[in-house]
């Protein structure tokens, strides 16, 4: 038999994990993201001399 105690730590752990993934949610649709997602997104698209250019460029 399980004790009670059990039960309200799952539901706190529950709780806590839920709120933790909404903070990284709402941290992540910030606005002054938006630029550097973007740049993310199109990184699959580009030409290999494009990226190692680009990342040359954040490196200086």
């Not at 002054?32 to 990226?51: I, K, N």
């Amino acid at each position: 038999m399980m004790n009670p105690l059990w039960g309200n730590l799952a539901g706190a752990i529950t709780v806590v994990l839920m709120a933790v993934f909404i903070g990284i949610w709402f941290w992540a649709w910030r606005a002054r993201h938006r630029s550097v997602f973007d740049r993310m997104a199109r990184l699959p698209m580009q030409d290999g001399s494009e990226c190692a250019q680009h990342d040359e460029g954040d490196r200086r």
